[in-house]
C-alpha cells in the first residue's frame, strides 16, 4: 500500500511541474504589438543611452518592423509548412534572412559607433540565453551553441 501511495505521489508530483513550461510567456503575449514595441525600444533607451531624438527614431523603425513581422507571421502561419518545398524553405528563410540586414542597417543608420557595437553585442547574446528563456522547443536537452569569441 506504501508503495503505491508513493508512486501516486511521485507521478502527480512530476505530471504537476511538467505543465509549468507552457505559460512560460504568458504576461509578454497579452501585449499588443504596439506596447510590445514601446517597451523593447524602452529597453534598448536603457540599455544603449539612447538621446530623445535616436528614441523617437528606434520608436518608428521598431513599430515598422514590428508591423512587417506580424503580417509575415501571418503569412507563414496560413502555409502549410509541411508541404513547403526546399525551394520554398530557402525563399521563405532567405527573405527572414533580408528582413533583419534591412533592420539592421536601419538600426545602424541611427546608433552612433559606440552604441552600435553594444546593440550587436547584446544582440547576439540572445542565441545563448538559457533554455526556459527561449522556449519549450529548446528544452528537449539540446545544448546551447558555444558564443563566438
Do not use: C
Not at 78 to 101: G, H, V, W, Y
Not at 104 to 126: C, F, M, P, R, T
Amino acid at each position: 500500500m506504501k508503495k503505491i501511495l508513493m508512486i501516486i505521489l511521485i507521478a502527480s508530483t512530476m505530471t504537476a511541474f511538467g505543465q509549468k513550461g507552457k505559460n512560460y510567456n504568458k504576461a509578454e503575449s497579452e501585449l499588443t504589438t504596439e506596447q510590445k514595441v514601446i517597451l523593447k525600444t524602452k529597453k534598448m533607451a536603457i540599455h544603449l543611452d539612447l538621446n530623445d531624438n535616436q528614441m523617437k527614431q528606434m520608436l518608428e523603425v521598431n513599430k515598422k518592423w514590428a508591423m512587417e513581422k506580424e503580417k509575415k507571421m501571418a503569412e507563414f502561419k496560413a502555409q502549410n509548412t509541411e508541404t513547403l518545398s526546399p525551394t520554398d524553405k530557402f525563399n521563405r528563410m532567405n527573405s527572414k534572412l533580408d528582413s533583419q540586414l534591412a533592420y539592421q542597417k536601419e538600426v545602424k543608420k541611427i546608433l552612433n559607433d559606440d552604441q552600435y557595437e553594444l546593440w550587436k553585442k547584446s544582440a547576439g547574446n540572445k542565441m545563448h540565453r538559457s533554455p526556459e528563456r527561449r522556449g519549450p522547443h529548446h528544452q528537449k536537452g539540446e545544448k546551447p551553441m558555444k558564443p563566438r569569441k
